[in-house]
């Protein structure tokens, strides 16, 4: 194993290690001596990997949104109808669901508030996250529309925004109540109107 390879090992170490630390307590509740006590790493050493908290934030946000991304596309990759595609992601949000689901783990949820208040680049970072997985969405209802297994949609962006905007709040929802209703209902809603004819 090469000197490079094992710095790149131990920075995804410190990202994951720290994502579980923010995930429980907040970006601004973990400081660098707290994430390093973690990972067992010298207290001078988090600056040979990252110039600053700021700079940490923006790794593992980035990192973050690289790894949904690509479980969403690997959600999507097997075979079915693109209505399949878009079940097997809304059932995803469905297996995740109970004391440590999507909403305990999803940064969006645990960060966006803080840190589009904190930090201009990690916001950017996020938003910028959701609006790929957006036009993922969106390609998929148009891909639905022209096979005939999603009903059309005039402007599937707007569609697919307001659908990720529905599953998000119904896993806040599901999180507060203990509770997979709401997320059960956001299944039932979603269903319900890529189905309907115009």
């Known amino acids: 194993m090469t ?3 094992k710095s790149d090992l131990k920075r995804l170490h ?6 579980a630390l923010v995930v429980r307590h907040g970006f601004g509740g973990v400081g660098i001596a707290r994430i390093l006590k973690e990972c067992g790493i ?11 908290k700021e700079d940490f ?5 980035d990192h973050y949104v690289e ?21 097997r992601f809304w059932q995803a949000w469905l297996a995740q669901a109970g004391a440590e689901g999507i909403a ?13 208040d904190l ?6 970072i996020l938003d910028t996250g959701i609006s790929e997985l957006v036009r993922r969405i969106a390609d998929l209802l148009r891909a639905g529309a ?17 659908l990720y905007a529905k599953w998000l709040g119904a896993a806040i929802l599901a999180k507060l109540a203990r509770s997979q209703a709401p997320l059960q209902q956001a299944l039932a809603e979603t269903t319900d109107q890529l189905s309907r004819t115009s």
């Not at 410190?14 to 994502?19: F, K, S, V």
């Not at 010298?42 to 600053?52: A, D, I, L, V």
């Not at 991304?69 to 079940?87: C, Q, Y």
């Open 146 to 162: 022209e096979e005939g297994s999603i009903r059309r949609f005039d402007a599937p962006e707007a569609v697919a925004r307001m």
């Open 42 to 52: 010298p207290k001078g050493s988090f600056y040979y990997y990252f110039e600053s």
């Open 67 to 87: 790894t949904y991304l690509a479980r969403f596309d690997t959600l999507i990759a097997g075979p079915g109808a693109a209505r399949d595609k878009l079940d």
């Open 119 to 124: 930090s201009d680049d990690m916001r950017l």
């Open 104 to 116: 305990s783990q999803c940064l969006v949820v645990k960060l966006g508030a803080e840190v589009a």
């Open 57 to 61: 934030g923006k790794a593992l946000l």
């Open 3 to 5: 000197e490079h390879s």
């Open 14 to 19: 410190i990202l994951e290690t720290g994502r």
